[in-house]
């Protein structure tokens, strides 16, 4: 378990790390998401103890880490991958780890084979690829066989093969009882791994929620229709929790909180014609950029579109408004978009 309180860290005038209250619970996999210079690495330095909070605490199993005799068997990490002496092949690196940490042989050995290392561990590790880099620095984050493990964007590096297996065994991780926590600035890449999700920006926490949630919260998965009368679609669905919009003169709509499927049968029962009935599931990359938008600080100079249908954003631009925004009057234009087509 990590338990930050109000935890802070200052460089100069500049606040990386702004006040963070999280607890990163054991047995599930914790996504820590938020754009370049959000503070992920910060935290996850001041966690153990490599950057010394300004004000605020951090605790890690209970402890400080410093108060930890066994850090290692504590909490493993990955910051800096390629932290590792170019001279020394992969096995002497994890063996000298292991040797000053009272860990035994026979571990280094576990860890190479569960990070697939077998067939380089005698190779010098300077001539890693980044890859390999990131697998050796995974193994020694595995190394004391800690409740307690920490990665800074694994997957950085890794070819398809290589992200598979570690959404694997993050799964697997967890699913033995361990704290893991993982960074990641790409919400798609997260969302399949994490059940649970703590977003930064700017050093400040913008949420702290499941993923089931956050989708919630964008205004859940969309529905296109389109019909001979809007109309009378609209007047037959309307209810309590339903949003529907579409532009004036147009066949189309746009309905949340009812599925394809009552639509569909409402649709047959009052004899209105349906031309289009589709489900388009929230995207939880449009989500996150909502919910961080303003704490963007590093921005683009070109101008990106979205992948949702409707709505423009700009790349360059930081808007006002920062929740997800759907339109709820009835027969205005055509309101912003969270769907991208499934
Ligand atoms: N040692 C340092 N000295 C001065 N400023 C620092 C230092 N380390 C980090 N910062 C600043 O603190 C802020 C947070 O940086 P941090 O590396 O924690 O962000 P991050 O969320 O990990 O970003 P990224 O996604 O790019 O890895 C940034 O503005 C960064 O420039
Ligand atoms: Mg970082």
Do not use: C
């Not at 802070?8 to 990386?16: C, E, I, M, N, V």
């Not at 002497?92 to 084979?113: F, M, N, S, Y």
């Not at 809007?230 to 909180?257: C, H, K, M, W, Y």
């Not at 009052?270 to 989500?287: D, N």
Request: charged share 20%; net charge negative; glycine share 12%.
């Amino acid at each position: 378990m990590i338990d930050a309180r109000q935890l802070t860290k200052r460089y100069g005038d500049k606040t990386a790390v702004d006040g963070l209250d999280v607890v990163v619970k054991p047995g599930t996999v914790t996504g820590f998401l938020g754009p370049n210079g959000a503070g992920k690495s910060t935290t996850m330095r001041m966690v153990v103890g490599l950057d010394a909070p300004t004000s605020g605490s951090v605790t890690v199993n209970g402890s400080r880490y410093a108060r930890h005799r066994a850090p290692l068997q504590e909490v493993g990490a990955l910051l800096e991958a390629k932290s590792i002496h170019p001279g020394r092949s992969a096995y002497h690196h994890l063996r000298a780890l292991a040797l000053t940490h009272g860990i035994p042989r026979r571990r280094v050995d576990e860890v190479i084979d569960i990070a697939g290392l077998g067939a380089v561990a005698k190779k010098r590790a300077g001539a890693f690829s980044l890859g390999m880099g990131q697998r050796l620095g995974i193994a020694a984050a595995l190394l004391g066989d800690p409740q307690t493990v920490m990665l800074d964007e694994p997957v950085n590096g890794l070819d398809p093969e290589g992200v598979l297996w570690i959404r694997n065994l993050l799964t697997s991780l967890a699913s033995e009882g361990r704290t893991v926590f993982v960074s990641s600035h790409l919400m798609s890449e997260v969302a399949l791994v994490a059940d649970h999700l703590i977003v930064v920006g700017r050093g400040r926490l913008l949420a702290d929620t499941t993923v089931e949630n956050l989708v919630r919260e964008a205004g859940g998965d969309t529905v296109q229709v389109a019909t001979e009368d809007p109309g009378r679609l609209r007047d037959v669905l309307a209810g309590p929790g339903v949003e529907i919009t579409g532009r004036i003169g147009s066949e189309e709509l746009q309905v949340t909180g009812v599925s394809a499927r009552e639509i569909g049968l409402k649709a047959a029962e009052h004899g209105i014609p349906l031309f289009e009935l589709t489900t388009r599931k929230v995207s939880l990359e449009q989500a996150f950029m909502d919910l961080t938008r303003e704490a963007v600080e590093y921005h683009g100079t070109t101008t990106g579109t979205p992948t949702g249908t409707s709505g423009t954003w700009s790349g360059s631009t930081s808007s006002t408004t920062t929740g997800p925004t759907t339109g709820t009057a009835a027969g205005t234009e055509a309101a912003e978009t969270l769907g991208s087509p499934a």
